[in-house]
């Protein structure tokens, strides 16, 4: 009932920036929470961020707090991930994800997931 798409994706030099998109359609409930998670060749995949519906709440793995923000525009029904400072260790398909329970940090909490989107990070 409900399609992510993310974009956003590429190849980027180390300690560039670069953002992900994740607009959702499809028929569903206004309020959700959304997630971001990746996965790099040969590892499971792991959570990078999540964002309430209702007041915003976020929060970040420690691998990338300082360096990625998560955000939402309702207006357009989208979720970004600002990324900076980015190093070759981020370099992993993201996945964004769509969660109507509660803002978790298991890909099992979440019920709807887009394709995702490649992000190479280069020295």
Known sequence: Q?????SGGG????????????AASGRTFRRYNMGWFRQAPGKE???VAAISWSV???S????VKGRFTISRD?????????MNSLK????????CAADIASMGRE???????GQGTQVTIYS
């Open 74 to 82: 309702n207006a357009k029904n989208t979720v970004y991930l600002q």
């Open 45 to 47: 995949r792991e959570f």
């Open 2 to 6: 409900v399609q992510l798409v993310e």
């Open 11 to 22: 190849l980027v030099q180390a300690g560039g920036s670069l953002r992900l998109s994740c």
């Open 56 to 58: 915003g709440r976020t």
């Open 60 to 63: 970040y793995a420690d691998s």
């Open 107 to 113: 890909k099992s909490d979440y019920d709807y997931w």
């Open 88 to 95: 070759t260790e981020d370099t992993a398909v993201y996945y």
